[in-house]
């Protein structure tokens, strides 16, 4: 079966910096997504890794090891509108977006 | 600004009645989706559509219903056959189907079936 593994929820503090982990099993593999969602909202792209490596965007990267079947999400200099649910998302050989039940990120003053 | 709205954000139905979730897009993308997200899981497609007047069931298609005759437009019917219809149920666009094609989402609708 397909699975994807995150944690359920992490807490750091104002400032600081998180690693969100994500680590996927699925048929195939045709990228990584990274989505951040508020509390009932909707959720917004982050960033996509298809190639080994580190992606840097701003305050948030993500890096991708396709061999070990794992990818994180790098927030620095956290700030108090970073708390959200993080999803990670995996593409599939059908294109198919395979979700992780998301990392609850808690900033604490 | 182009997006995607849904409407309306906040639903209540009385079980066994059918309800209608509306999702337009104006950002002119082929592919559309419908999830449901429910607490601690992870987003479930229901329906998905490429082209107008084409769809195909997701994982949890049972108890659903869509229609897409416009481009913009792809709603789904909450019908009295699915069990557990209580959700937040989330509408997506993507300028296409069978590519590495981030996903838009709407605000969601959070349906409560009592």
């Known amino acids: 079966g397909q699975n994807i593994d995150q944690p359920t929820e992490m807490t750091a503090t104002e400032g600081a910096i998180v690693q969100i982990n994500c680590t996927y099993q699925?048929?195939?593999?045709?990228?990584l997504f990274w989505y951040q969602q508020h509390a009932g909202e909707a959720p917004t792209f982050l960033s996509y890794?298809?190639l080994d490596g580190l992606e840097e965007k701003g305050r948030f990267s993500s890096f991708l090891s396709r061999s070990k079947g794992y990818s994180y999400l790098l927030l620095k200099e956290l700030q108090m509108k970073d708390s959200a649910s993080y999803l990670c998302?995996?593409?599939?050989?059908?294109?198919?977006?395979?979700w992780g039940a998301g990392t609850k990120l808690i900033i604490k003053p | 600004d182009g997006g995607i709205t849904q409407s309306p954000k906040y639903l209540f139905r009385k079980e066994g009645q059918n309800v209608t979730l509306s999702c337009e897009q104006n950002?002119?993308?082929?592919?559309m989706y419908w999830y449901r997200q429910d607490p601690g899981q992870g987003l479930r497609l229901i329906y998905y559509?490429?082209?107008?007047?084409?769809?195909q069931k997701g994982d949890i298609a049972e108890g659903y219903s869509v229609s897409r005759e416009k481009k913009e437009s792809f709603p789904l019917t909450v019908t009295s056959a699915q069990k557990n219809p209580t959700a937040f149920y989330l509408c997506?666009?993507?300028?296409?189907?069978?590519?590495?094609?981030?996903?838009?989402f709407g605000p969601g609708t959070r349906l409560t079936v009592t």
């Open positions: 997506a666009s993507s300028e296409g189907l069978a590519g590495a094609y981030e996903q838009y």
């Open positions: 950002l002119n993308h082929d592919a």
């Open positions: 559509s490429q082209i107008v007047n084409d769809f």
């Open positions: 699925t048929s195939g593999f045709n990228g």
């Open positions: 890794n298809v």
């Open positions: 998302a995996v593409l599939d050989s059908n294109y198919q977006l395979i």
